[in-house]
């Protein structure tokens, strides 16, 4: 009889709280023994190593990375699971080498982030931040014409799930919606152009697109200058998509109308100060996806994986199932058991 499994949970005290969630955290703990992060500090490999000694599963918040370096020094881990879609930071080579299972949670953020993408959009169009902060300071606020989000031409630069969502409230607004995304099925309603085209023409121009190693500063000086002066930029996915010099400089030269940014380079995808303090800026801290419903659809999931692969079970989410030897060694399927 195998001994009660034992997980270390990553999150810090304000992470399990903002981030997880006493329902993940209760079926957690419902299928084995957690231990919990007590700091709010970000782990490094060897702090991480030291927290997660003898645990046979991580679960992770965004922050914690799983290196190669951390992943050798856990000779009893069975999986490291990221409470995340994100698993850049986690080297999947170096878990397989090890026989060690990753898995990755799906996005439930697609309404979560698109309605922060129109808050933002009527906040930059309608110049709300602006005259509240006046008010709030005792001044009287400066009295500014806006404009309508309809009629208005909204571009979607990659058109992934959140991409969809947003196109559907964009619609029921009266907007126009173009997409430039080479490798998507549209729909009939939205209009594919390329990039180029794309800023050319739009009144609110939102990045989407996934980060990877061809989309590096997708935004860059050129983009911007290809954008409308009165146009808006609004950057909902990572901060690698973003020349930060080139926008901080096109807002500087009035070359584009203003920005909200969720993201950025700073530590942890926030947005990085230099920008977020521009008076053209509305930056928020990666707060795109965090509600109740957004945060418990990737928390409960990381617990169903913990779950099923306590049962000796490759969940749904695994990335390296193949490569996974440490889980049937650790959990093997007992006879009589249902998988």
Do not use: K
């Not at 000086?221 to 950057?235: E, G």
């Not at 690698?240 to 109308?257: K, M, Q, S, T």
């Not at 707060?287 to 990381?302: C, N, V, W």
């Amino acid at each position: 009889m195998t001994t009660r499994p034992t997980v270390f949970l990553t999150h810090s005290p304000t992470a399990v709280q903002n981030y997880y969630g006493p329902r993940a955290l209760a079926a957690l703990e419902a299928v084995a023994t957690v231990r919990r992060c007590t700091t709010e500090e970000a782990f490094t490999a060897e702090t991480l190593a030291a927290a997660a000694q003898g645990c046979d599963i991580i679960v992770s918040d965004r922050r914690a990375e799983g290196s190669a370096d951390l992943l050798a020094r856990l000779p009893q881990l069975v999986a490291f699971c990221r409470c995340a879609v994100d698993i850049r930071n986690v080297d999947v080579a170096a878990a397989s080498a090890h026989g060690i299972l990753v898995t990755q949670a799906s996005a439930g953020f697609m309404a979560s982030v698109s309605e922060w993408i129109v808050g933002m959009m009527v906040d930059l169009a309608r110049h709300l931040s602006p005259a509240i902060a006046q008010s709030q300071a005792g001044a009287a606020p400066t009295v500014r014409m806006g404009r309508e989000l309809r009629g208005a031409t909204l571009g979607i630069v990659g058109f992934g799930q959140i991409g969809r969502y947003l196109a559907g409230l964009a619609r029921a607004f009266g907007m126009r919606v173009c997409v430039a995304d080479p490798f998507a099925q549209l729909p009939a309603e939205v209009e594919a152009m390329p990039l180029a085209t794309l800023l050319a023409q739009s009144d609110f121009v939102v990045c989407l697109a996934a980060a990877t190693p061809q989309t590096e500063n997708l935004m860059d000086a050129a983009a911007f200058a290809a954008m409308q002066p009165t146009a808006y930029f609004i950057n909902a996915a990572r901060g690698n998509l973003v020349d930060e010099a080139a926008l901080l400089r096109a807002l500087d030269a009035g070359r584009i109308a203003g920005c909200a940014l969720d993201v950025g380079r700073a530590p942890d995808q926030m947005p990085s100060p230099a920008l977020a303090r521009h008076p053209l800026v509305r930056a928020t801290p990666h707060i795109g996806g965090l509600t109740p419903p957004a945060i418990e659809h990737q928390s409960l999931e990381t617990a169903a994986q913990v779950a099923a692969i306590v049962q000796g079970r490759i969940p749904p989410g695994a990335v390296n199932a193949a490569q996974a030897l440490r889980l049937q060694a650790r959990f093997p399927i007992t006879p009589g058991r249902n998988p």
